[in-house]
Structures are given as structure tokens and as C-alpha cells.
């Protein structure tokens, strides 16, 4: 039997190590159960009289006075043809975890403004899709928790956890044949992936208790090929969102092989 050379089981290795990553990125691309949560039992209180824009912070105070009681926040999103009514999203975050708040890294810090949007173009087409094969059933939507300088505090952590809504159109959740299989999703860049959030349906919302921010998806699975994609949002999949590091191996793949066939060549 022929002997292999150096450079030939060099070169297979690499192709043996290429293929792990790759295998390994796919894997971890989709939405994942985090365990141990609880979804939330009550809709979030109503919310007081706030400011409508931050007022000027008061020096050697870490949570100001308007959000002692908690934090309120939301947004109406993209309204579609067909649809009644705007589909909104509303966050609630309990004062208490304003006071026991932490950043990613585990350092107290001090909120003093929240923020609900859209999220931006730039920040979701860097993101895998939350559930391959589902329908989104919104837009992206961005939660954002800033401190007295409008930094974007880091993944803060709640404890108790915040409560998210969303209050779908009625055309769209006949879509989704019902709330049942809906799934909220939120990106955790601590673990670079999605986690599938625990929810309940609270007086016709849709709700899920979260314990950092990021951002969130709306989606449910098809039950059948005849299922009604709203238009204008995407089904997701693995196709125009695949992993960076996938491309890339890819590409290193295609150089090991060429550099296989010029020694094969040689030898």
C-alpha cells in the first residue's frame, strides 16, 4: 500500500477540521430553549404619566425617580394590506430589576432611559435566521436599556425578568392558525444564538418573559404548504442568512482541495 505524504495528511486533516466548523455553525444557528423560565401570568400594570424625553440626569442617582415603578416602552410596527389594525409592541421592565440591574459582565449599572424600535437593516442581516422554515409574523423588533451618557448598557440582566407584548392584527393570527404555535425569539450575544422565550397569551397579547435585551422575532412554523405568508415578511431560512464563518469555510475548503490536486499532481 502506497505510503501518504506529509503534505497529504496535512492537507486531509485541515479538510477534516474545516468540515467540523461547518457542521458545527449549522448546528448552531437556530432557536434554542432556555430552561428554568417562566412565562409571564399577568399583563404588565399600566403605565404612569412619563417624560417624553429623557430629562437631565441628577448627579449620584442611579435610578431616577421616574423609574422607580419601572420602565415602559413601545413601539407600532410596519402595518401590511390586509391587516386592520397596527401591530404594536409594548416593554415593561419592574422596578426592581431597574435596582438590582447588571450589565453582561456582571457590574452594577444605572438605567435612564428604555427604548423600543424596528431594528435596523445593518443589525439584523448579521443575524441567522431564529427558526428555519418559519414565517415572521413582524419585523425585528430592538429593545434598548441606555444609561445618563445614552450608552446602550450591554446585555442588562432583569431580575425579576421584563415582560414583552406584542398585539398582532387579527389577519395575522389567522395566519399563524391561532397563537399556539407562535414562538418569540431573542438573540443572546453572550451565546450568539437564539433562544426560544417562555410566553403566554394574556387577554388576546402576546407575551414573553425576558431577562436581557437584544433582538426579538415573531415567528411561526408552517402547518401545511398552503399556509398564508403575509406579505412582505420573509420566511426565514439558511440560503441569504448563512453564517459568515460557513462562507468562509467554504472558501478555505476550495483552496485545501486545489492545494490537493497541485500535489497530487506533483507527486
Sequence with gaps: MAKRSPQSLSLLFALLLVLGLMVASAGSAHAQTVP??????????????????????????????????????????LRLPGDSVDPEVNVYIPGEALRNLTDRWGNPACPYWLEVDVAPGNVTATLPPPANGAVQLTVMVRARLLDSNRNVIERPNFNPPATICFRLPPERVVAARGLGGVQLHNFDRLLNQWVTLPTAVLEGQFCGSVTHFSVFAVSATPAASSFPIPAALPTTSTGPNMHLERWLGLGLLLVILGGAWRVRREA
Design 36 to 77: 428554568g423560565g417562566a412565562p409571564p401570568t399577568t399583563l404588565p400594570p399600566p403605565a404612569p404619566t412619563l417624560p417624553t424625553e429623557p430629562p437631565p440626569p441628577v448627579a449620584g442617582e442611579c435610578v431616577p425617580s421616574y423609574l422607580q415603578q419601572g420602565a415602559w416602552a413601545g413601539a407600532n410596527l
